[in-house]
């Protein structure tokens, strides 16, 4: 398959979800990561951050909140 085939083709919620969880990791190779940016859009990616951050930061206060009661 072509890079300009692969960048028609819509990618999933779940790849956008990987890819960002991905980078919070550091975890990666750099194939990977210009697939992502072929086929992603810049939406999928700020959305799918945004909801990664929210429970991120809610998993963390939810911890501490059970470490001090």
């Known amino acids: 398959m072509s890079v300009e085939q692969r ?18 990791t550091g975890i990666g190779r750099g194939k990977a990561l210009r697939d992502d940016l072929a086929m992603l859009r810049p939406w999928q990616i700020i959305v799918a ?15 501490v909140r059970n470490i001090v009661a």
Do not use: D, K, N
């Open 7 to 24: 960048v028609q083709e819509p990618a999933g919620t779940l790849r956008a979800f990987r890819a960002v969880i991905s980078a919070f």
């Open 49 to 63: 951050g945004l909801i990664c951050a929210a429970i991120f930061v809610s998993a963390i206060v939810m911890l």
